[in-house]
């Protein structure tokens, strides 16, 4: 075998084994056990992943009630879309793909809009009156800790929809910027600005409670 000859076989064996987590991906396997008939296969990748998929939801909608309808619907478009199914990518990839649009396309909903108004950030949230009875700042500090938390809810709600679902999916799934670029079908060059702008949006927005939090 000549030189060139090797190069070109080691190069295609390289790609082979850069490819294997999405070919031998075991959920993508399961998928495919289900598109040929097998509803055990169904009801694994269900048991894995209904809860992220809950919890998912939940950054977007804040009732669980409506996060565990979501996932639902989730798992409705996987199994419809069984029959068309191929690897192209890590079945997460995909599910997360089905997942975004089915929340997006949930709060883009105008009943949805005027039920979930965001609240004013700007003087941010009331933390409520002090706990009695502690000195050790203990309850405050909890108190400031809700309070931020709330607040990030808020300002998420407010930046461009690209920045929230590429920030949501990065931080709160902790998917890879790789993953994410293949859920929001995009670059990882975009990725990474989508969630540094959203970062900087954030940080712009919740800066009024930064120095009790830095004071924790």
């Known amino acids: 075998m000549e030189a060139a000859q090797i190069l070109t076989w080691y190069s295609g064996m390289h790609m082979v084994r850069e490819n294997a987590p999405d070919i031998f991906d075991a959920d993508a396997q399961l998928m495919l056990r ?55 990518s890590r079945f997460t ?10 929340c997006l396309n949930e709060v883009r909903k105008p009943q949805f809009k005027a039920v979930h108004q965001p609240l004013s950030i700007e003087r941010g949230p009331d933390p409520g009156p002090p706990l009695g009875g502690c000195t050790n700042g203990e309850p405050q500090k ?3 800790r809700q309070a931020l938390a709330n607040a990030l809810r808020e300002a998420l709600e407010r930046i461009p929809e690209k920045q929230r679902t590429a920030f949501m999916l990065n931080k709160y799934q902790e998917l890879s910027y790789t993953e994410v670029a293949g859920i929001m079908k995009t670059s990882e060059k975009a990725v990474k600005s989508l969630i540094h702008r959203a970062k900087e949006t954030l940080a712009e927005r919740l800066k009024s409670l930064m120095p009790g939090l830095l004071n924790q």
Request: aromatic share 16%; proline share 0%.
């Open 142 to 144: 909890l108190l400031e």
């Open 93 to 102: 990839t995909w599910l997360y793909r089905i997942a975004t649009n089915v």
């Open 34 to 88: 289900f598109k040929r008939g097998d509803a055990e296969a169904f009801d694994q990748l269900f048991a894995r992943h209904t809860h992220a998929m809950v919890n998912f939801a939940f950054r977007f909608v804040r009732d669980r009630r409506v996060a565990e309808e979501l996932a639902q619907e989730i798992f409705l478009r996987v199994y419809e879309g069984a029959a068309h199914y191929t690897i192209q």
